[in-house]
């Protein structure tokens, strides 16, 4: 597992230079940081969806069988691995006028471990109360923020300024990435808790 968590929401400059100064491959932080951290709201989404049930803050709550838990797990889970690289790739898009552009490689990591508090506010998920669920998120998206701003210079060698715009245009993407992805989780939820998501995708 990461040995970078608890640095990143420490000390993260210090971190960062860290984690720059390893030169890592991306199937090491997958193995390493990204299989184990995106598990925190896969798993706590399915204890939390199959043993309490989604709340809107009344005494009704809406679960879904352990079968459709696992099924939805599943999906939640590929389409978590799927988008750390493709927010990585968009930020290696957005840095090709750069100088020294960073490669794919280096972008990649940098969106993985960019995305620990993302990952670590789904434990939450855990007992799944819709508006601290949210409140969660809110502050996962703002660390995660500030680990762009930090870590955008020294992580992938530009000044401050271009550092500051690439973080800013990132943030943005990376929360509709976001938005997409919880979308496409509401939508399964939804179907896994009036119908078997096995059936629906087999018949």
């Known amino acids: 597992m990461s040995n970078h968590v608890w640095g990143l929401l420490l000390h993260p400059e210090h971190e ?27 798993l706590s989404s399915l204890i939390g969806t199959t043993q309490f049930g989604w709340t809107f803050g009344g005494e009704e709550s ?8 696992f099924a ?8 978590i691995l799927l988008a750390v690289g493709v927010v990585g790739s968009i930020i290696h898009w957005l840095a090709r006028k ?24 789904g434990i939450f998920a855990i007992y799944p109360i819709y508006w601290l669920c949210l409140l969660a998120l809110i502050v996962g998206v703002l660390y995660t923020a500030y680990l762009l701003y930090t870590g955008t210079p020294s992580f992938l060698s530009i000044s401050h300024k271009k550092g500051f715009i690439l973080s800013g245009v990132t943030l943005g993407i990376g ?29």
């Open 16 to 42: 960062w230079r860290s984690i720059n100064a390893e030169h890592e491959t991306v199937s090491h932080m997958y193995a390493h940081h990204i299989l184990w951290m995106a598990a925190v709201p896969v």
């Open 72 to 79: 939805l797990g599943i999906a939640f889970y590929a389409l």
């Open 98 to 121: 750069i100088p020294n552009r960073p490669s794919r490689r280096e972008c990649i990591i940098f969106a993985g471990y960019t995305a620990t508090p993302m990952f670590l506010s």
């Open 175 to 203: 929360v509709l990435v976001l938005e997409v992805l919880l979308s496409v989780v509401v939508m399964l939820w939804s179907m896994g808790s009036e119908n078997s998501v096995i059936w629906y995708f087999f018949r």
């Open 62 to 69: 809406y679960k879904v069988s352990l079968l459709n838990g």
